[in-house]
């Protein structure tokens, strides 16, 4: 991909930011994390000097490659993939958001290694809204507990929930995933009197749905950097 390409899908994903932004009223800031998953880190470069500072990366050996050699301080990675507990060690000090923890034991070892490195780990919560899809996340009758135990642990800063609902070709039928996350969060909070502020909701072809839906961060792959090969082996990653 040329820059020149790079740029304007950048400006685009920008500026429609900004109108479903304007559409729904809203006032406060909307993160834009580009997911670079399997794109070189050339094109993490670009983005950077196109002043787009976010990542996001699905796979922990790749982000850790990926985070050396481009040891450049303003990019800001965030880890969106499945986690297995034994790559955990890579993230902890490396990313400033995990969007994907959804089990107990996750959110053990996170504590673990954060606690190890003397820092406080900002996570969100993957919540499963569809059943019948074979999907990472936590079932919404176990959040609730999910919450408090991470509400309990020192080194671990729960900072809102994050969802990927199953892919529709018409966005605005993941309009009631995005509703029913918002939901959710607006019940905890007022249940355990606590702030959920971010929504990590929203990719490449229904982004602006869940903007208007209340996402404080948006995780857009394909809309920036193009088509990903389909054929990638995740095997021990
Ligand atoms: C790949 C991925 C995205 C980005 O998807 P696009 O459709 O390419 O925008 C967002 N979130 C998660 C969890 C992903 O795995």
Not at 36 to 48: D, H
Not at 69 to 76: A, K, N, T, V, Y
Request: proline share 5%; net charge positive; hydrophobic share 40%.
């Amino acid at each position: 991909m040329e820059k020149e390409e790079l740029k304007r899908n950048l400006e685009q994903v920008w500026s429609r930011i900004e109108k479903a932004k304007e559409r729904s009223g809203r006032k406060d800031n909307i993160l834009l994390v580009a997911v670079s998953k399997t794109k070189p880190v050339e094109l993490i470069q670009m983005a950077l000097e196109l002043g787009q500072f976010d990542f996001g990366e699905n796979y922990a050996q790749e982000l850790r490659d990926k985070s050396r050699q481009i040891p450049d301080p303003r990019i800001r990675w965030h880890f969106i993939g499945t986690l297995q507990r034994n790559k955990v060690k890579y993230l902890i000090g490396k990313v400033v958001l995990i969007h994907s923890v959804d089990s107990l034991a996750l959110l053990e070892e996170i504590e673990k290694r954060a606690g190890k490195a003397e820092v406080k780990m900002p996570i969100l919560l993957e919540v499963k809204l569809s059943p019948e899809e074979s999907k990472a996340g936590v079932g919404v009758e176990r959040l609730r507990s999910l919450v408090e135990s991470a509400l309990q642990k020192p080194h671990i800063k729960l900072q809102g929930l994050m969802t990927m609902p199953p892919y529709f070709p018409d966005p605005q039928q993941a309009r009631p995933y995005y509703v029913h996350l918002r939901e959710l969060r607006d019940k905890l909070e007022g249940e355990l009197g606590i702030k959920l502020p971010q929504l990590s909701m929203g990719m490449s072809n229904d982004f602006e749905v869940a903007i208007e839906e209340g996402a404080t961060i948006v995780r857009v792959g394909t809309a920036i950097f193009g088509e990903r090969e389909q054929c990638r082996v995740s095997a021990g990653n």
